[in-house]
């Protein structure tokens, strides 16, 4: 969990991680077990951050005379 929470791994999938990793020579588990991990603690779902969007206002409108 420290490894794919942490500032560098925190948004790519599992299979990202799981490729960059044996380039720096560190062996952690495989891709499956990543994904089991992540589901134990609930972070199974979309990892990168995704856009908000500011809520939208309902026009009023304002009758200031007839017609």
Known sequence: MELMNSEEYAEP??????AREPDV???HCSVSTMY???????QSGERRRQATHP????PELVATAPS
């Open 25 to 27: 020579g560190r062996y």
């Open 36 to 42: 089991r991990i992540l589901r134990e603690q609930r």
């Open 13 to 18: 999938a599992p299979a990202r991680i799981r």
């Open 55 to 58: 809520a939208k206002t309902v």
